[in-house]
């Protein structure tokens, strides 16, 4: 059997694709930064970098920022063949100094949590219903498809706690829609598997997946169902823009957009969006499944964290030790006898009374 052949492959294509798109957008600011606001000449030496530090931080950038962008030109030197000078002792010491004299606390996301996207969720229902009732076909249509993209972009990006850029680089032919049986009921369900072939964690593009049931709430199944039938698409890019007649671009969400995308969803359910951001979708998952006694392995496992430490800056819970405690303190003792609970290691997903998952069973990848 012969093998189809591929086009347009080169060394060059495939190295930026090897590459994620926010990593290519910062080295280019980075070098840009470095040229024509500081002056400087790549490839540099180390007390250029170490000035560049200096100008930077008098400049009024973060902390945080010049350490990237630092570490950015050393990639930029390694790619070029050049020694890379942001690794010298000299570099790393002034970096660390400008830690310390200059690091404030970062700020965090407001995480979404389950009540915000409750709210969301029935705002993009009631402007699907609200549509049906217009007169002007093309704005229905507009309304229809925009509410229906942004119930589907918050409840995946919520139960997968995806990135946003995993959001917007996410397509079609990565879904795979199917049926099943309920392990408790036998009742017929459906399915939706999720495949992402990069993301940032994955750094040898191996893949990784996500499998997702048909819940009785809040159920992104349902949704990714509605909006691949309202789409009538098969592949291509998930999320894509919506034109003010509801005609849908043939290019997804561009990654600068997706933060007033959520604004506007956040609007429209008359909330407050300050302080959200597009890593809080990712936040809020983290702390629902703490606060519903999930397994911080299994959630490292379904969130893709490798280190505990990331685990650890995402949840709000290790914030409020003190206060916790303190609560504590002023309740009285109380026995449980509720032996029925599968126990941290048990395996399976298990439904709370909200229809919500609950993360069980270290390695267990579905929800």
Request: with cysteine; net charge positive.
């Amino acid at each position: 059997m012969e093998r189809a052949r591929r086009e347009g492959v080169s060394v060059a294509a495939l190295k930026e694709a090897g590459l994620r798109q926010n990593t290519l957008r910062a080295a280019d600011g980075a070098v840009r930064h470095f040229e024509h606001t500081f002056g400087g000449l790549l490839p540099a030496s180390l007390t250029a970098i170490a000035d560049y530090i200096a100008f930077s931080l008098e400049e009024g950038l973060a902390v945080s920022t010049v350490g990237q962008r630092v570490s950015l030109l050393g990639t930029w030197h390694e790619e070029m063949g050049y020694p890379n000078p942001t690794q010298d002792s000299l570099v790393k010491t002034v970096l660390k100094g400008a830690r310390s004299r200059y690091r404030k606390a970062p700020k965090k996301a407001v995480p979404l949590s389950r009540d915000h996207l409750v709210r969301v969720v029935q705002a993009c229902d009631d402007a699907i219903v609200a549509a049906a009732q217009l007169d002007d076909p093309k704005q229905s249509l507009a309304q229809t498809r925009s509410a229906g993209r942004d119930k589907a972009f918050f409840l995946l990006g919520f139960w997968c706690a995806f990135r946003s850029d995993e959001l917007v680089n996410l397509r079609w032919e990565y879904l795979t829609f199917g049926e099943g049986r309920d392990a408790k009921t036998g009742r017929p369900i459906r399915t939706l598997e999720v495949f992402l072939p990069a993301s940032k964690g994955d750094r040898g593009a191996e893949g990784r997946s996500w499998t997702l049931h048909e819940m009785q709430e809040l159920c992104p199944v349902t949704a990714l169902f509605g909006w691949r039938a309202a789409m009538m698409a098969d592949e291509g890019p998930v999320f894509v823009k919506v034109g003010r007649w509801g005609h849908a671009s043939d290019a997804p969400l561009h990654i600068n957009s997706v933060l007033e995308l959520m604004k506007r969803a956040l609007a429209r359910a008359a909330m407050e969006a300050a302080g959200f951001s597009t890593h809080s979708l990712r936040r809020g998952f983290a702390n629902h499944a703490i606060a519903h006694q999930a397994d911080v392995r299994d959630l490292m496992d379904w969130v893709k964290w490798k280190d505990i430490r990331s685990a650890v800056a995402y949840l709000e819970a290790n914030q409020r030790l003190a206060n916790d405690l303190a609560e504590k303190e002023t309740q009285p003792l109380s026995v449980s006898h509720d032996i029925g609970r599968t126990g941290a290691m048990g395996s399976g997903i298990a439904s709370h009374p909200d229809g919500s998952p609950s993360i069980k069973g270290a390695g267990n990848r579905s929800i």
